[in-house]
């Protein structure tokens, strides 16, 4: 059924590119281009936002009917299908695509396989990145593969597969491990805060790994198909601010909201502030329709203005601080990213109130285990960091920019590239090896960005 | 050239994948059949077979499902690539032996039956679902569960003894004899805490027990041989000794002599890792293998089961002596059976029925000793109403002896007191016996 939904949204914009092109500079060209605007956004409120939607009339009008002792019912069903595989991401590529035929930056594509092709590549069409059409139209038309290309898509598969596989999934481990506990009714927790703390920095290690490395994979499999996708990750952990890290994370969605919502509202030039915090919401919005997402984007959006006022003070700060700095405000906006509910008590367990609950308790130490808990300073929490020691000192070399420490001239980095040249058939194949030795008897891996 | 040989490689590696399927997929080690069915002998589940293509199956998404499943379990070389796996995750860091360890085991959601409008349960669980789901606890290759039990939920499992007491005044008596969960022994000091959480758990019991229900200490009991090993390390069952020192607790209740150990038949099977080492994979665990000494109470018996209908009874053994490996603790009763009926030459006329889990199997085995017939109910698989059960074959005791994971349940408290009133096909007190040749190893493999 979603790929019925993803064929008439492919159509639909592929008739309103050509007929916004055709009409082109004429108040007609507007029209199709809102009907693109209106049709795709209205199938993501329809498909992804409509529960949301339906709980908070809901819940408003509940309210409504104790004030005024009335008996107003919401007016529709609550929506209860599944999230349409991809929606997300195809839906801004087509908004993307047609805005662009709009603006004069690219043609509109004449042939509806194409078009289609555009749409549905398998690569990413699940998780992003978010492909613009300009980025790959050449490619659509006139792509050439060679073995150079493939090869690199080899490499950037396999180092992807091998992030998601071995970083995210030990990471999650350790992230079920800390961040769901279990509630037996009477006080008795087997968390405490600082381990729930460990556990939300893991999940910041699991969502990065996840997610880049899931960008890898795609970015790889283009190539091997011919395509080139722009980056959708730069380091982001070493980033110095919020909105460098910005620019290093989901690369993708942030140039999107930039080109298509922040300039178009006025940019850094007419009401800047404002126009930072309708982006952000807008960015906590597209993650996921529960108002968590949506606090999680104004946090950022307060601290982008924030910086933004502050810019000079931070210019002074040392680098160190500016990175601690960021760093602390990322792994603190994971706790509302992990917990998808504002509620405090978020049960895991279908039928059961009292086993394997996840919520913000044990993070602040509301249930008295700050300190205290029964398992609190245990020795097998110790015993874990010491178990995982060498796969944190991978992480943290994997979090290091490299290439930005390493110019492209330099000489140390060239020699290494070089051996790396002779050297990629055997390390992409330990790769792939490691990760499909790990993914035996593991099934279901996924991808935690699929759930957007 | 390296460009060339890189993708080569690449495509080449994934190829070969298939190809050894075909190679390697005929000749497996690591599955065994029994009554037609191949099981994956160290999981002790059943194999996935390649699902039939069906469009309906397809399109719902259910046919990639089990595809999935089906891939993974016939993977080439799937044993070989789970030691190597094991052996790739000790490169995480540093390992120091018997290091403790917490092992964070995912609740499964197809752990719960669901129940139709009538309320009977539409799947049933296998056994392996029965096995801990949440924080396990790993020392000197021993698994304990992270938790103690609570006290809430066992007020809620007594309220539940208490109803049938009520139900059945006058009738037949009613007791409980429930264990605590092996976090109550762990030798560490730091865990004293579990010891104390469990007694307050199972001391819930005793005070929300009305109606003349009685409470079998059976904590105290095993409390005062906390030295000894009570339960598996590698499982999630407790040892024969164990049990037997709940059948005490439960004499002592019940108003019974219980039978001295000396004066039973003692057996021993070694090499098992149970379900906790299947769970956590940890290496520790693998190298510290039960051992299970089990005692034989020297009464005569005739053994029925049933499917959970209880259309026909079919010969069974109160000991299966021939459970080794993973199946070892299927030694009792033949692993879990929905309903079993027990005949001994204990000639005097007492009838018990036991609502157990598999915690129960090893403790039920002492019970021959002391009544003349045994029926034993397993909570999850049987359909059969057991109150009529009780008043067509005039039973004396009714003995819950749920392991503490289905006590802190609110849905296998439901279970239990579904058993009441569900409506199974009744069974006739005396059903012809067929025997079934190919019994050696149980339906559900535990």
Known sequence: MWIILLLISSFYDYFNGILVERFHGTWKAKLFLVLSVVGNLGILLAYKYGGFIWENIDWMLKNFNDWFNMSLVTPFEKPTNTLPIGISFYTFQ?????????????????????FLMFVSLFHQLVAGPIVRYVTIADQIENRRVDWNLISSGVGRFCFGLFKKVVVANIASELVDKYMIYTYHGDGNFDLSSYEAWFGIVMFSVQIYFDFSGYSDMAIGLGRMFGFKYDENFKHPYAAQSVADFYRRWHISLGTFLRDYVYFPLGGGRKNRYRNIIIVWILTGFWHGASWNFVLWGLYFGCFMVLEKLLENVLKKTPRIIRHAYTLILIVFSRALFYFDSLYLSNTHFENSDFKHESDWSPLFGFMGNLFNSPNAVNPAFYGDLMMHLYFFILVILLCIPWDEIFTEENRFRLKVERIFYFAQPAVNFALLAIATTLLVNATHNPFIYFRF | MMNLINSLVFFASI??????????????????????????????????????????????????????????DNFPSRVSFMEWSVELRKLRGIEVENQEKIVYIKPKNKNLPKFDDQGNPIKFLDDYDESYSGGLLIINGRVYPRSGGSTKMAANFARMVSEYAAQLEGEVRVLTAVPPLSSAFIPAEEYRHYNSQNQQSLEAIRKNLTNGAIFCDVFTELNNHAGEQLYFGTDHHWKPIGAYYAYVAFCKGAGFTPVPLEKMEKRTKTNFLGTMYQLTQDPSVKKNPDVMDYYIPKVKTDALRYSEFGFKGVAAKVFEHGCSGGTTYSTFLGGDRPLMKISTDVKNGRKALVIKNSMGNAFSVYLISHYEELWIVDLRYSKQNMIEIIRTNNINDLIFAPGMNHVMNPNTVNMMRRLGTQSGVYIPPKPSPIVDSTAVIPDTVP
């Open chain 2, 15 to 72: 190829s070969s994948m298939v190809v050894m399927y075909f190679l390697i997929g005929e000749n497996r080690s690591d599955i065994e059949f029994h009554n037609g069915n191949a099981y994956l002998t160290e999981e002790k589940r059943k194999l996935t077979v390649m699902p039939p293509f069906t469009f309906e199956d397809y399109i719902s998404g259910d046919w990639a499902k089990t595809f999935d499943l089906f891939v993974n």
């Open chain 1, 94 to 114: 087509t908004i993307s695509y047609v805005v662009d035929v709009y603006r004069g930056d690219t043609k509109a594509q004449r042939n509806p396989l194409n």
